[in-house]
Protein backbone atom coordinates (compact mmCIF):
# COMPACT_ATOMS: atom_id res chain seq x y z
CA UNK A 1 0.00 0.00 0.00
CA UNK A 2 1.76 3.20 -1.30
CA UNK A 3 0.22 5.46 2.03
CA UNK A 4 1.42 3.28 4.23
CA UNK A 5 4.98 3.52 3.03
CA UNK A 6 4.76 6.96 2.71
CA UNK A 7 3.67 7.85 6.01
CA UNK A 8 6.64 5.75 7.66
CA UNK A 9 8.77 7.84 5.07
CA UNK A 10 7.09 11.22 6.82
CA UNK A 11 7.85 10.24 9.94
CA UNK A 12 11.32 9.40 9.41
CA UNK A 13 12.24 12.69 7.67
CA UNK A 14 10.63 14.61 10.26
CA UNK A 15 12.57 12.51 12.77
CA UNK A 16 15.59 13.34 10.86
CA UNK A 17 14.65 16.94 10.86
CA UNK A 18 13.66 17.34 14.60
CA UNK A 19 16.18 15.23 16.16
CA UNK A 20 19.64 15.08 14.16
CA UNK A 21 19.69 18.14 12.33
CA UNK A 22 21.23 20.94 13.75
CA UNK A 23 21.59 23.05 10.95
CA UNK A 24 20.09 26.53 11.49
CA UNK A 25 17.95 28.78 8.55
CA UNK A 26 16.54 32.31 9.57
CA UNK A 27 13.28 32.76 9.27
CA UNK A 28 12.37 28.75 9.89
CA UNK A 29 12.52 26.27 12.44
CA UNK A 30 14.22 23.35 11.04
CA UNK A 31 12.68 20.91 14.54
CA UNK A 32 9.40 22.90 14.16
CA UNK A 33 9.26 21.27 10.35
CA UNK A 34 10.47 17.81 11.03
CA UNK A 35 7.67 17.96 13.97
CA UNK A 36 5.08 18.87 11.68
CA UNK A 37 6.23 16.17 8.80
CA UNK A 38 5.55 13.59 11.67
CA UNK A 39 2.78 14.48 12.95
CA UNK A 40 1.44 14.75 9.33
CA UNK A 41 2.96 11.14 8.64
CA UNK A 42 1.48 9.96 11.96
CA UNK A 43 -2.39 11.10 10.93
CA UNK A 44 -1.55 9.21 7.02
CA UNK A 45 -0.49 6.18 8.58
CA UNK A 46 -3.35 5.78 10.80
CA UNK A 47 -5.81 6.73 8.46
CA UNK A 48 -4.29 4.13 5.96
CA UNK A 49 -4.27 1.57 8.95
CA UNK A 50 -8.03 2.33 9.26
CA UNK A 51 -8.93 1.94 5.40
CA UNK A 52 -7.17 -0.39 5.43
CA UNK A 53 -8.66 -2.87 7.74
CA UNK A 54 -12.25 -1.26 6.79
CA UNK A 55 -11.99 -3.80 3.75
CA UNK A 56 -10.02 -7.05 5.28
CA UNK A 57 -11.84 -9.72 4.83
CA UNK A 58 -11.12 -11.20 8.83
CA UNK A 59 -12.86 -8.04 10.65
CA UNK A 60 -15.25 -8.86 13.08
CA UNK A 61 -17.85 -5.78 12.35
CA UNK A 62 -18.63 -6.63 9.18
CA UNK A 63 -21.44 -8.84 7.98
CA UNK A 64 -20.85 -11.90 6.18
CA UNK A 65 -23.78 -13.65 4.39
CA UNK A 66 -23.31 -17.28 3.70
CA UNK A 67 -26.00 -18.99 1.76
CA UNK A 68 -26.29 -22.78 1.48
CA UNK A 69 -28.63 -24.57 -1.17
CA UNK A 70 -29.19 -28.46 -0.86
CA UNK A 71 -29.92 -30.64 -3.84
CA UNK A 72 -32.74 -32.91 -4.01
CA UNK A 73 -32.89 -35.79 -5.69
CA UNK A 74 -36.92 -37.33 -5.57
CA UNK A 75 -38.32 -38.67 -8.30
CA UNK A 76 -41.79 -37.61 -7.82
CA UNK A 77 -40.47 -33.66 -8.13
CA UNK A 78 -41.26 -32.99 -11.74
CA UNK A 79 -38.79 -30.61 -13.20
CA UNK A 80 -39.50 -29.43 -16.68
CA UNK A 81 -36.79 -30.63 -19.32
CA UNK A 82 -33.99 -28.28 -20.25
Sequence with gaps: ???LGFSLFMIAIG???AFAVTATVSG???SAVGV??????????????LFWTSF???????????VEEDMIDD??????LP
Excluded: D, E, K, Q
Design 36 to 49: IFMIVGLIGLVMSL
Design 75 to 80: PHIHRP
Design 56 to 66: SPFTTTGHRHV
Design 28 to 30: ISI
Design 1 to 3: MPA
Design 15 to 17: AIL
